[in-house]
């Protein structure tokens, strides 16, 4: 009689799936304690508090180049992340997200990123 060998099980080192978080509007409240959902703002804030790497995805309505204007300067980046403009409906090549720092005030870093 042939005899089937015991499963056994190895244990893995702790892994962290990398999350994506969508930015669906180029709408800004400029609050980072209750910011627009949807938002690269709250995109931002929800990379900085997710360990581990993450990337930052584009699914804004409309067509053309999409402006994101912040009314105040974006959170500093804290955490590994990638931000995937090319993920927006219409990239063919060329650039369809564009940060606009203009209503962000002089003092205002674009993105800032801090280790």
């Not at 790497?53 to 804290?78: E, K």
């Amino acid at each position: 009689m042939h005899k089937r060998p015991l499963l056994s099980f190895l244990p893995l080192e702790d892994r962290l799936a990398p999350a994506t978080f969508t930015v669906t509007t180029i709408v800004d409240n400029g609050s980072n304690a209750t910011p627009t959902a949807g938002s690269l703002r709250a995109a931002i804030i929800q990379a900085n508090t997710t360990a581990g790497a993450d990337t930052i995805a584009f699914n804004n309505a409309g067509g053309g180049v999409q402006p994101i204007a912040p009314p105040v300067a974006l959170p500093s980046i804290t955490e590994a992340v990638t931000i995937d403009g090319t993920t927006q409906a219409g990239f063919a090549g060329s650039p369809v997200i564009r940060l606009d720092g203009s209503k962000a005030g002089s003092s205002a870093n674009g993105l800032d990123f801090v280790n």
